[in-house]
C-alpha cells in the first residue's frame, strides 16, 4: 500500500491541526495504522496508533489528551488530530500501516512495513 501524508505547517503554540495520510493501491481496512514522528536529531517516535476497525487506539504520554488518531476506511484515510499544540510537537509526522488480521495496534516502528512520506509540522512559541 502507498501513502500519502498531508496537512503540515505553521502553526503557533495552542493552535490546532489535522493531518491526513491517504492510502492508494489497497484498502486501509485490511492494515494496523499508526502515526510517527521524527524531531532533529532524535529519533523516530510513536504518536499514536489505531487497530484495523478502530476499536483500539493508542496515544503516546506526551500526547495524551491533546492528539487524536481516527480512521475512515471509505475514504481508505487515517487522521491525526492535534489540539493544544507546543513547540516540542515539531516534528515531521509520519504515518505507517502495517497489513493486520487482528485487532490490536502496534507501536513498534519495527512493526510497519509500509510508510508515508512525511510532512513538516513547525510550532512556534
Known amino acids: 500500500v502507498q501513502l500519502q501524508a498531508c496537512g503540515g505547517g505553521l502553526v503557533q503554540a495552542g493552535d490546532s491541526l489535522r493531518l491526513s495520510c491517504v492510502a492508494s493501491?489497497?484498502?486501509?481496512?485490511?492494515?494496523?495504522l499508526g502515526w510517527f514522528r521524527q524531531a532533529p536529531g532524535k529519533e523516530r517516535e510513536i504518536v499514536a496508533a489505531i487497530s484495523r476497525n478502530g476499536g483500539s487506539t493508542y496515544s503516546a504520554d506526551s500526547v495524551m489528551g491533546r492528539f487524536t488518531i481516527s480512521r475512515d476506511n471509505a475514504r481508505n484515510t487515517v487522521y491525526l488530530q492535534m489540539n493544544s499544540m507546543k513547540p516540542e510537537d515539531t516534528a515531521v509526522y509520519y504515518c505507517?500501516?502495517?497489513?493486520?488480521?487482528?485487532?490490536?495496534?502496534?507501536?513498534?516502528?519495527?512493526?510497519?512495513?509500509?510508510w508515508g512520506q512525511g510532512t513538516l509540522v513547525t510550532v512556534s512559541s
Open positions: 493501491g489497497r484498502t486501509l481496512a485490511r492494515y494496523a
Open positions: 505507517a500501516a502495517k497489513f493486520s488480521g487482528g485487532s490490536a495496534y502496534y507501536i513498534a516502528v519495527a512493526e510497519y512495513n509500509s
